[in-house]
Each structure stands twice: as C-alpha cells, then as structure tokens.
C-alpha cells in the first residue's frame, strides 16, 4: 500500500511540473507542440514590424505587376527608372518581385496583362502608357494602379473636371511638356515656315489632346496647321508622305506608335527636308531636330516612390495627386541638324550630352 501511494505522489507531482513549465510568465504557452503548430495565442502581446522594416529585412516580398505598352526608348526608361526607385526605397532587390510583361502596342493584350495581374493577386499594378492605364482601371478597382508615361490623366480615363487627384484606387506620374513652350520652340527655330503638319495616331487619346492644345498654341503665333491622324502603322508611311507633301515643318507629340517607327518617319521627312519636332527625347533621336523633353527615368524614379509609399502604408493612393516631371531641356539631333542645315541656339543641348 505504501509503495502505491508513494508512486500515485510522484505521478502527481510530475504532471503538476509539466504544466507549471508549459506556461511562462505571461500565462502564454511555450515549448508545447500546439505553439509549434503555429497558434497565435502570443500574437496580441507582440509588437509588429513596420512594412518598411519587414520589407528591408528581407521577410515580406511584394510583388509588382508591370505592364508595359509597347518597347521604345522613353518607356524603357520609365520602366527601369520605377524598378530602380522602388527598390531602393524599399531597401533592396529582396523586398520586391517584379512580373513585367510587354503588350506589343496592343490594347486588347494589356487587358490580358491586367486580368492575369488581378487573378494572381499582385500588391500594385504599374501602368506605362495610357492605353495600359485604361485597361488596369477596367481591370479593377481594389488593386493600387499607378500610371506612368500618360500626359493627360482626365483625357485618359475620362474624367470631366479633372482637379489633379483620380481618386480611388489610381494615381501616376505625368509626362506632360509644356505644350505651349513646344510651340514656341518651333517659331523658334523656324520663324519663316508657315504651315505645320502634325502628325499622331488616333488611337491614342492623349496624342489627339496634344496635337490639338499645341494647334491652338502655334495659329495664335501665326502658323496654318493641319492634323494628320493615322490608325496604327500601316497607315503611317501614307499619311507621313501626305504631311511632308504638304508642309514645311512638321509637329509629333508623344505617340508611342510614332516612337515605335521614328525610323520610318525618319526615311520620310529627312530627304525631303522637312524637319520634325518631336514631343519627346526618343522620338527626336530617331526622326526629330529639337524637343522640348523630360528623363523618363527620372519620371519612373518618381513613380517608384510613390509605390514604396503605398506599399508601406505611409500614404493613401486615393489620396496621392498625379505627379509632373519636375524640369524640361530643349535638346537637339546632332545628326539631323547638320543634314538639314540647322544651327541649334546656345541654349539647346545635343541628345546623348
């Protein structure tokens, strides 16, 4: 009798250890197999790391989907330019996955972009040219979308009374160049011409909004414009050799079909002498004498931040106005200056300087 009491004590005895050591000090539980199992009975006590610090530390990864319009010069920049800026807010390659996919300059292709971006549930959608913009925000209204390389946001996704801010779940950067200032530099450079063609692909609604401010701006300076609209690029060798026919100069915003075939542009206006001014620095390298243009990396940089800061939560992209680039060059191609005579003024800087 005696040796069973005493081994009913000492069973008792071990089973109130085992529960005094499964408790710490707090009364949460520790070192048992439950808590192993990944209970959150501790997560109410624990302070949780910021986003900014779980992104540097390498524990969390975003993933951003990037849907990029078409492959030129300008949108290339801006593309790396938001990799390149978001990273390093971010505090590293680690804290970011970028998924970049390229429509070919196709519309219907960057919907599917956008739809497999939503179904796969990325933090943030980058947006690079308008058409990419209207297609992320027919895509959905949950998913922070920045834009970027969209002059006119309001024209874009069509918002009467545009006030700077989209509201709900976009925001972006704009590469809007002054327009008025594009036009005084042709009368700069070209005081004696008297008509001016302007050619830009009607399908995108932002080059439309810019032939059209820049029109107004060069008949008040005294000039005859006409508009030369073409669909896509099998339009463009026809409705450029009508333009060059019919003018001394020759006006092109920034169109990212135009981009796509400055060369062609090129093979067109150049022989025949008539010069092009170009609405941005990519477009001019391949077919323009002068532009008034930003950095596209520069305007990318800028949207990356914009990205970190929503991802982090440190501002609210409902909230965020659309950004502007924050200086304009004049700059000029070397090479097609000395082919058409053009001396550039002091003021001009060359492409590739």
Do not use: W
Not at 144 to 152: A, D
Request: glycine share 10%; with cysteine.
């Amino acid at each position: 009798m005696k040796k069973m009491l005493a081994l009913a004590l000492a069973v008792t005895m071990g089973l109130s250890l085992a529960a005094c050591g499964g408790k710490d000090a707090a009364g949460s539980t520790a070192g048992t197999p439950e808590a192993a199992e990944g209970e959150d009975s501790t997560a109410d006590t624990e302070t949780p790391a910021s986003a900014e610090d779980t992104a540097a530390s390498g524990e969390a990864k975003y993933t951003v989907g990037i849907c990029q319009l078409v492959q030129h010069e300008a949108l290339d920049a801006a593309t790396q330019g938001f990799m390149d800026g978001l990273t390093e807010a971010l505090g590293g390659e680690e804290a970011v996955e970028f998924d970049l996919q390229n429509a070919q300059n196709d519309s219907n292709t960057c919907s599917t972009i956008i739809n497999s971006f939503v179904s796969g549930d990325v933090d943030l959608i980058l947006a690079n040219a308008t058409p990419a913009l209207q297609a992320a925000q027919a895509g959905t209204n949950e998913i922070p979308i920045l834009g970027t390389s969209v002059t006119e946001y309001g024209v874009a996704l069509g918002i009467d009374g545009f006030d700077g801010t989209v509201g709900g779940n976009i925001s972006g950067t704009s590469d809007l160049a002054p327009l008025k200032e594009q036009a005084a530099m042709l009368q700069e450079l070209f005081p004696d011409a008297k008509n001016v063609g302007l050619v830009y692909c009607t399908t995108e609604a932002n080059s439309k909004y810019q032939v059209d401010e820049v029109q107004k701006a060069l008949e008040e300076l005294g000039y005859t414009c006409k508009q030369y609209g073409f669909s896509d690029s099998n339009d463009l060798t026809s409705v450029a050799t009508t333009a060059v026919d019919e003018n001394e100069v020759l006006y092109v915003p920034t169109d990212n079909t135009v981009a796509s075939n400055a060369e062609l542009l090129n093979n067109i206006a150049l022989p025949a002498k008539v010069p092009v001014i170009a609405g941005e620095e990519g477009i001019c390298s391949g077919c323009g004498v002068a532009t008034l243009s930003i950095s596209y990396y520069d305007l990318g940089v800028g949207t990356g931040r914009m990205a970190a800061k929503i991802l982090t939560g440190e501002a609210d992209i409902a909230d965020m106005p659309i950004e502007y680039a924050p200086q304009f060059t004049k700059k000029y191609n070397a090479a097609a200056c000395e082919a058409l005579g053009i001396t550039p003024p002091e003021d001009y800087i060359a492409i590739g300087e």
